[in-house]
C-alpha cells in the first residue's frame, strides 16, 4: 500500500513539472520593449547610417563609426572592426583613434545589436538575416557599400569568428586578421528545429534576450577587474534599449543560433592570411588555451597573451593591445617589403 502511494505521488510529482514546464514558459509576457522606434534619432556626432540591401527585405540600415586616417602613406590601410555577442560599436571607442595612425578605421553594430536594423519575424521573406551565412554577406556589403576594397579584420569573441569565416570564403578581400579572443571552440547548444519551433522556447528565448540586453552580464564577465567599468561604458553597452522592439529582435538572432552550428574550427588549417591572435591572461568567457589552440591551427598566426585582461582587451587594456597590433603591423610590413623588393 505505501509503494503504491508512493508511486502515485511520484506520477503527480512528474505531472506538475511537466505542466509546469509547458504552461511555465507561456507566462512570460511577450509585449516588446518599448522606445524609439527610429535609431536615427539617436545619432550621435561621428556615427552614421550606412543602408545595405539584403534579400527578402526592404534593406538594413547599419549604425556605423569611422575615424579618417592620420597617416601620410598612400594609400592607407582599412581596418574594419567586428564586435563580439551582445556588444556594439562602442567597445572599440578606446582603440579607433590609435588605429587610426596606421590606416581607415571603421565600426558598425552587426545586426539586432546598437542601433542598428532589428527585424523581425515575419517582415523578411526567404533567408532569416541573423544567420552566421548572413551576417558574411552584410559584411561583404557593407565594404561594397563603402567601396572598400582589401582590408584588415579586427575582430573580438563572436566578431573573431566572423572574420575568420570572412578569410576563409574571401581571402583576396582580407589582407589580415587580428582577433581578440575568437570565440572558434564554440559550445552553445544545437537544437533540434521543432523544438526551437515551440512556442515554450519561443518564450524562453525572449527572457534569455531580456536578460542579456537588459543587464549586460557578458559586460562584467568580459573584465579581469569589473571595477574597471565606468557609467559611461555601461551606458554605451546598452544603448540598443532605446530602441523599441530590441527585446523581440534579439529573440529572433538567439533563435537562429539555436540551429546554426559555428564549424571554423575545422577549417583554420585552409586560411593562409597572416593572423594576430591575442588573448587576455584572464578571460573568463574564452579559456586562453582556447585561443592559444586557434592560434596554433592557424598555418600564418602570431600569438599573444595580455596579463591581468580579460576577454575584452580593446576596452580594459587598449594601450598593451595597441603595442601588440604595432609590432605586429610593423613586422607584416617588413615582410611585405622584403618580399616585394
Not at 110 to 138: R, V
Not at 168 to 197: C, F, H, M, T
Not at 312 to 321: A, G, I, N, R, S
Amino acid at each position: 500500500m505505501l509503494l503504491r502511494l508512493l508511486l502515485i505521488l511520484i506520477v503527480l510529482v512528474l505531472a506538475l513539472a511537466l505542466i509546469a514546464a509547458l504552461v511555465g514558459p507561456l507566462l512570460i509576457d511577450p509585449a516588446p520593449a518599448p522606445g524609439k522606434t527610429s535609431a536615427q534619432a539617436l545619432e550621435r556626432r561621428g556615427i552614421r547610417f550606412v543602408e545595405i540591401p539584403f534579400p527578402g527585405t526592404e534593406g538594413l540600415s547599419l549604425h556605423v563609426a569611422e575615424q579618417a586616417p592620420d597617416v601620410k602613406s598612400a594609400p592607407p590601410p582599412t581596418f574594419v572592426l567586428l564586435h563580439g555577442f551582445t556588444f556594439n560599436l562602442y567597445t572599440w571607442n578606446r582603440i579607433m583613434a590609435p588605429l587610426a595612425e596606421r590606416g581607415r578605421v571603421i565600426a558598425y553594430d552587426q545586426i539586432p545589436y546598437g542601433l542598428s536594423a532589428k527585424p523581425l519575424p515575419g517582415t523578411w521573406h526567404g533567408e532569416n538575416p541573423y544567420s552566421k551565412a548572413a551576417a558574411l554577406k552584410q559584411l561583404m556589403v557593407f565594404l561594397d557599400e563603402l567601396k572598400v576594397g582589401q582590408v584588415f579584420l579586427v575582430g573580438n569573441s563572436s566578431g573573431g569568428t566572423l572574420a575568420l569565416e570572412a578569410a576563409l570564403a574571401y581571402p583576396e578581400r582580407v589582407r589580415g586578421l587580428i582577433l581578440l579572443a575568437p570565440w572558434v571552440n564554440s559550445k552553445r547548444p544545437i537544437l533540434p528545429q521543432w523544438l526551437v519551433d515551440l512556442p515554450q522556447t519561443k518564450r524562453l528565448t525572449l527572457l534569455l534576450a531580456r536578460a542579456l540586453g537588459t543587464n549586460s552580464p557578458l559586460l562584467d564577465r568580459g573584465y579581469a577587474d569589473p571595477t574597471r567599468i565606468d557609467a559611461e561604458r555601461r551606458a554605451l553597452t546598452g544603448v540598443h534599449r532605446e530602441i523599441a522592439n530590441w527585446d523581440a529582435a534579439w529573440a529572433a538572432l538567439l533563435q537562429r543560433s539555436l540551429t546554426d552550428r559555428v564549424e571554423i574550427a575545422k577549417h583554420l588549417g585552409e586560411i593562409q592570411t597572416p593572423a594576430l591572435v591575442i588573448t587576455g591572461a584572464k578571460d573568463r568567457i574564452v579559456p586562453p588555451t582556447d585561443t592559444l589552440e586557434a592560434a596554433s591551427a592557424l598555418p600564418n598566426a602570431t600569438f599573444a597573451e595580455l596579463p591581468d585582461c580579460g576577454h575584452l582587451p580593446q576596452e580594459e587594456c587598449p594601450t598593451q593591445v595597441m603595442d601588440v597590433i604595432g609590432q605586429w603591423l610593423d613586422g607584416l610590413q617588413s615582410k611585405e617589403e622584403a618580399e616585394g623588393g
